[in-house]
């Protein structure tokens, strides 16, 4: 296999907090990474587990805030396979010293204060990546396509429209005709098919090692904007197309459509590929329960639930009660909420422990889901 | 160190009335409930009442069961002293045996109970659904001053004859045991759970692998061996659902009673009594658009399009648009075709139910099949059938 090669040994960096800010109601009280989703999952489960089905076991998370939740879903990593003598799960939350006493603004000084751990490591390669999006990817293809192309950065781009939630927080690429990327766009607007970055980034250690220092000595914070931007005519930095399935979570409504999406022909068989698996933590739920009287139709529904009234075109995740004659249309509820006898949602987006008390009515629209957050009862 | 009490899951046997069913798989590793196998209630239960030293008993095809259990982790029993061990016979210096008994297969891991210097161990049986708080069990061993004590249920009197009775005076002390007497003389039958003195078991396998006229059970051996001996003797009355899930019938009517917690009693939705497993990783399961699902279990990984009513269905099984499946278990991964009617049955995994075949019928016995096996597109399995094999194109089996 290719990447028992040694020279095609690779470790992870994720960034669970970038982009944090578009989704400001979900990540209240957790990182970007740690956004539920799919019913069972949260985005982290699909990077760290497209990074383990391609061989890679030596993963940092470098985050930010909020990062509890985050914790509390890894643990010691067992579930993705992380939990190893060799490398295994690392999450590195901010660290104040000598020469970082804030938290960091980018990318770089994130890594900065992981230069003597990223130089103590073996592996020949790193795919550095954000959480941001579920995707079910192969890895092994892309490190594959980087050895082959010689490229001293590989970038992952979709072509894609850029969502709305995303016009400010976006990165296009243009490049030639043999691939090489020849302009990077930041916070790109335009209309239309555009080559959407995807911020998954592959290059050699020793690179970025040598990144790392370079930013650190000129006050350098931004790995696109200011490692790559200006450095294009010396850096071979090459554009890999994917054009598999992505769910890219860019704000409340692309959340809610996204999960949505789910429901539609065969996009859940894309993105859980049966030969590779997407793992999660285990909650030993116990199969859901449709109770006589319930009505179900065109839903996605994780173990643990009890139903007895109707759901419609909705997402359900683990341990959610629809209680009798309560009805559930268009909505994405998250674990373990509870809507009570008769009540009646729509279009509704909650987040985890929310209880829709008896016979209440709540609804948004298709084009703006009403969010109630975490553990607050309607 | 030591542990105060081990756990012992006679695991071992054959489960030879479940036929198709342990063609390739041992009884304990049968799934049950939609995601659980029968051997997750024992040890789950060991697990709730902080058990934390299980040993199984396992001889016949101990394949999938040894790959279930693994290193313990689901249960939480990867643990750096005790933890869950998977004990199989194994070759001695003076020769090597089969586990000739119930009594035999822990005599035969005396060495491993050894290393834990328990003061109690409690022999449990892998093919009950049961939950059980055997912390509490033990607490009524200690206070009794019990050597040995058995748990027990009440049955109705005119069913008494087919169980092992323990006849008890007003302290609840065992003064007689009959097995599957003509007059019986108690309603209490033995569940097959016992707890021991270590010390007292040890003696008694001891003495009992010694006689060679010996069956080397414990419901004939070591009970009346004890009794002879005046041994302090206890009956543990116990009064929640327990089910012996032997035979096809029982096996299917436990599934079904999982669907009626209220009546039954087995309730697997229970916060403070966990039924753990192993995980089989599958995405959230979809009902879809022409799905129509009433009082039924479905879990993770399932996609409906079709009818399922007041059935239990595993990980990952797939209903197609115009399938109808009433009253039926269908164990992981197994595709129900377009136009099937699959009604009282259990089908095991990774079957395939071909389109408009028919699998089992309104009344009379249980049908049910063998993991694997293709009902062919047409055919006809009617009911109290038992399919080893693919079943043909328009085949019928009775």
Redesign the interface.
Known sequence: MLTTHKDASVMGIIFPNTYDNLVPQLVAERAMAAIPF????RLIDFMLSSMTNAGIGNISLLTRKNYHSLMEHLGSG?EWDLARKHGGLNIVPPFAERTVTKIYAGRMEALASILRFLEAQKEKYVLMTDCFQALNMDFKALIHEHMESGADVTAVYQVADIPDGAKNGNYTLNMDETGRVTEILNNDYRTGKQNLCMNIYMMERERLISMIKESSVRGQRFFEREMLVPNLHILNVRGYRYDGYVARIADLKSFYDENMRL?QDDN?DQ??DKNR????K?R?D?????????K????????GC?IQGT?ENS???RGVHVEKGAVVRNCVLMQDTVVEVNANVEYLVTDKDVLISAGKKLSGSDTFPVYVAEAHTV | MSKEMVAMILAGGQGSRLYALTQKTAKPAVSF???YRIIDFPISNCVNSNIDTVGICTQYQPLQLNEYIGNG??WDLDRLYGGVHVLPPYQKANGSDWYKGTANAIYQNIAFIERYKPEYVIILSGDQICKQDYADFLQFHKEKNAEFSVAVMEVPWEEASRFGLMVTDDTDAITEFQEKPKNPKSNLASMGIYIFNWDILKKYLEEDEADPNSENDFGNNIIPNLLSDKRRMYAYRFDGYWKDVGTIGSLWEANMEV?DPEHSGMN??DENW????R?P???????????C????????GCEINGT?KHS??SAGVVVEEGAVVLDAVIMSGTVIKSGAVVQRCIIADNCVVEENAAVGAAEGEIAHTAAGVTIGRSAAVKAGAKVYDDVKEGEEVC
């Open positions: 799919a019913g069972r999952y067992r429901l859940i993105l859980f698996p997407i793992y999660t285990t030993d116990n199969p859901t329960r449709y109770v006589e009287g319930a179900v139709s065109n839903s996605m529904i994780a173990d009890i759901v997402i359900l995740f | 409930g939609g995601k982790q689901p669907l697997l939705f966990t039924i753990y497993s995980n990783g599958l995405p959230a399961h979809m009902a879809g658009k022409k799905s699902i009433d009082n039924s279990l479905i879990t993770n399922v239990v269905l």
